[in-house]
């Protein structure tokens, strides 16, 4: 675990939320199951193996040591979290979790919930897709599938979309995501539909058609979702929704699934879809194989800048 000890050693007090070491991408071969989030002010510590109380003890030494040269008296938040098979926890090892827990990344505002459950409230990998959407947003009718707590919707709203429309099935990441709007002082141009979206195509249809579309599933969860039978349902609809020109981002977090997974679904059921760019990453998550991290992948309806893959 020394990687990770060097990286508590050099990290930085930064106002916004972000991933500090990513041992999951391989590049640190004596640290591969751990990864460290800031989420301001807490740091959450997550190890996907089984750790013994020395190693815990280690890193709250390197997280103290590093934390006063930083902010000297100020008191240290970190959270333990163990996603090992059969043993997973989540622990406050240090210092206190606030209560709302607001963190902020590129001048929007969410809220975050470390202390339960796996999924925190704001993905990080997804920070270039989110900078993507607001810089695209500008007067267009925008679709967010999988809504989750709306990132999405947010950076839509700011970057001046016309309206969101945020499908997803669970009604508390939905509450969650109408609490970010509010925080983010946001137009009241988003709707929020808590319905399973293979049930919902008429709804979906009448507030279309869309500028662009955003689809981030699961990559497997059963009951709602299941990729490599279910991804293709979503891609054979688009053509239908999309304006002309219109823009779609097909996300992937599936490290069995490479790009060529959703290429080679487009060319079966959406061949109008042209693809432009695959997103980079944010450089804290460098992988040793590309294909087996998050995929982010532009495509446009009839586009003429196609590229190909």
Same mark, same amino acid.
């Given at each position: 675990?020394?990687?990770?000890l ?9 106002p ?5 070491f $990513? ?7 004596? /640290?591969e199951?751990w ?9 959450v510590?997550?190890?996907f193996k089984?750790v ?20 000297p ?10 996603r ?8 406050l ?6 209560e709302? $827990?607001v963190?902020?990344?590129?001048g ?7 202390l339960?459950?796996?999924? $925190? ?8 897709g ?22 999405f /919707?947010?950076v839509a ?10 499908v997803d099935m669970?009604?508390g ?13 946001l137009?009241l141009k ?19 058609p869309?500028?662009i579309?955003i689809?981030?599933?699961?990559s ?27 823009? &779609? ?14 290429h080679?679904? &487009? ?6 879809l042209q693809?432009i ?7 804290a998550f460098?992988?040793t194989?590309p294909?087996? /991290?998050?995929k982010v992948?532009?495509?446009?309806l ?8």
């Amino acid at each position: 675990m020394q990687a990770l000890l060097t990286a508590i050693a050099h990290m930085h007090n930064t106002p916004d939320a972000q991933r500090v070491f $990513h041992g999951r991408g391989g590049v640190y071969p004596d /640290s591969e199951q751990w990864s460290l989030d800031w989420f301001a002010p807490v740091w959450v510590l997550t190890s996907f193996k089984p750790v013994t109380d020395e190693e815990l003890a280690q890193c709250h030494h390197a997280l103290q040591e590093r934390w006063q040269t930083l902010v000297p008296g100020e008191p240290l938040n970190w959270v333990f979290q163990c996603r090992a098979t059969g043993q997973t926890e989540t622990r406050l090892m240090a210092g206190s979790v606030p209560e709302p $827990h607001v963190v902020t990344e590129q001048g929007a505002r969410y809220l975050v919930h470390v202390l339960r459950g796996q999924n $925190h409230g704001l993905f990080l990998d997804m920070a270039h897709g989110r900078e993507w959407l607001k810089s695209h947003a500008q007067h267009e009718n925008v679709l967010n599938l999988f809504a989750y707590t709306c990132a999405f /919707s947010v950076v839509a709203l700011q970057g001046g979309a016309a309206q969101v429309v945020n499908v997803d099935m669970s009604q508390g990441a939905l509450a969650i995501g109408q609490q970010n709007h509010r925080l983010n002082n946001l137009p009241l141009k988003a709707r929020f539909l808590g319905h399973d979206i293979f049930k919902t195509w008429g709804k979906i249809n009448k507030m279309g058609p869309y500028g662009i579309i955003i689809i981030d599933p699961p990559s497997y969860q059963k009951g709602s979702f299941i990729a490599t039978k279910d991804y293709i349902k979503l891609i054979r609809r688009l053509p239908d929704l999309l304006e002309p020109q219109g823009h &779609v981002l097909l996300c992937l977090n599936a490290p069995e699934l490479g790009t060529q997974f959703l290429h080679t679904q &487009v060319a079966e059921a959406a061949p109008s879809l042209q693809f432009i760019e695959r997103l980079s990453n944010p450089a804290a998550f460098v992988d040793t194989d590309p294909e087996k /991290s998050l995929k982010v992948l532009h495509y446009r309806l009839g586009a003429e800048d196609a590229h190909p893959y």
